[in-house]
């Protein structure tokens, strides 16, 4: 299994060194200088950490179920253990058994990995298809301008957002004690940045934010 996955871990890496080498040549055509390319690779470094910290952490329950090796693979891919374990969980039943108990068999374990693999094709499809007409669609929707863009652009990502929290959030549970508590360290992080001018909220600022409503949930519990 590790032989089966380790091509698959290659592959992303491969990908990322070459998107990383893309983006670095088009942005130096674009004026982009290397202090610039510095804070943008810093920041998105830092603001990693704490995802990749959840994924490590939720991983624990993946490797219960399905082992190491498709653990590794499916979240080097995907990243999201809810998805994972849902689409596990699903197949081991649909196959008559029960994830992480002795009655999954090569068979039940074969199931899972085929269903883990493809029900996340949907995205990959869509992207594939539509990622190149996203640009059109984004000049129609702001017709040209930057202002109306820069707003479009946050209420995406703050639609975004809201949708992956209100569905944990209510009704209430410990979830949303997390959600506030990030919410509110997240807020108080950007004030102070913007009132200090200090850089670094905006570099740990999210990572922060996600440790302290973990550790804010868990008090709750």
């Known amino acids: 299994m590790w032989a089966a996955c380790t091509p698959a871990i290659v592959l992303v890496l491969v990908q990322a060194a070459m998107f990383t080498k893309k983006a670095m040549k088009d942005g130096k055509r674009m004026g982009i200088t290397d202090e610039q390319f510095k804070t943008a690779i810093s920041a998105s470094f830092t603001a990693s950490i704490g995802p990749s910290i959840v994924i490590l952490i ?48 090569a068979e039940v374990f074969a199931c899972c990995a085929w269903v883990m693999c493809i029900c996340c094709l949907g995205w990959i499809i869509v992207s594939a ?11 129609k929707a702001s017709g040209g301008s930057p202002e109306k863009l820069a ?3 946050a209420g995406g990502t703050m639609g975004a957002f809201s949708y992956m929290t209100f569905d944990r959030a209510f009704p209430l549970n410990v979830q949303t004690y ?18 200090s001018g200090a ?12 440790f302290a409503g973990m550790l804010g949930g868990a008090f709750f519990l």
């Not at 506030?180 to 913007?194: E, Q």
């Not at 850089?199 to 996600?210: D, E, R, Y």
Request: aromatic share 10%.
């Open 58 to 105: 939720g991983m624990v329950s993946l490797l219960a179920s399905v082992g190491g090796p498709l653990s590794w693979m499916r979240l080097a891919y995907i990243g999201s253990v809810t998805f994972e374990l849902g689409a596990a969980d699903k197949a081991a039943t649909a196959a008559g058994a029960q994830l992480g108990t002795s009655s999954m068999t």
């Open 129 to 139: 298809l539509f990622t190149d007409k996203m640009d059109v669609l984004r000049a």
């Open 151 to 153: 707003i479009i652009s």
């Open 178 to 195: 997390a959600a506030v508590i990030g919410f509110v360290v997240m807020f108080v992080l950007i004030s102070y940045g913007k009132k």
């Open 199 to 210: 850089k670094w909220p905006a570099k740990w600022g999210m990572t922060i934010a996600m």
